[in-house]
């Protein structure tokens, strides 16, 4: 399953957690990963990424320290802690990779080449 797959995705209320997870096929250690969001009527945007290593982490100003990403190499999984949330945080929320060994975080959607379908992410006030 070259396609990322998303779960996770739910509603929340304000102040609340969610944690989304997504699974692609291998080589998983040799891609790097990164969620994005769209909200209604807005472009989609980068929410956090993760090198292949794991050694380098970025996040969009409007998650930090709120949102931390992490991934499982063993399990093929990467996850996306989000806490605190907020309703602008209300989006579908989208799993790319992207097969590189570069230690930069890219943030570009066009840079990566396979996209999961997206789950909802709902945070009420």
């Known amino acids: 399953q070259v396609q990322p797959v998303e779960s996770g995705g739910g509603l929340a209320q304000a102040g609340g957690s969610l944690t989304l997870s997504c699974t692609t096929s291998?080589?998983?250690?040799?891609?790097?990963m990164a969620w994005f969001r769209q909200a209604p009527g807005k472009e989609r945007e980068f929410v956090a990424g993760?090198?292949?290593?794991?050694?380098?982490?970025d996040y969009a100003e409007s998650v930090k320290g709120r949102f931390t990403i992490s991934r499982d190499d063993a399990q093929n999984m990467v996850y996306l802690q989000m806490n605190s949330l907020k309703p602008d945080d209300t989006a579908v929320y989208y799993c790319?990779?992207?097969?590189?060994?570069?230690?930069?975080?890219?943030?570009?959607?066009?840079?990566?080449?396979?996209w999961g379908q997206g789950t909802q992410v709902t945070v009420s006030s």
């Open positions: 790319a990779r992207l097969m590189s060994r570069n230690q930069e975080v890219q943030r570009r959607p066009s840079r990566f080449q396979h």
């Open positions: 291998g080589p998983f250690s040799s891609l790097q």
């Open positions: 993760i090198t292949a290593s794991g050694r380098n982490s």
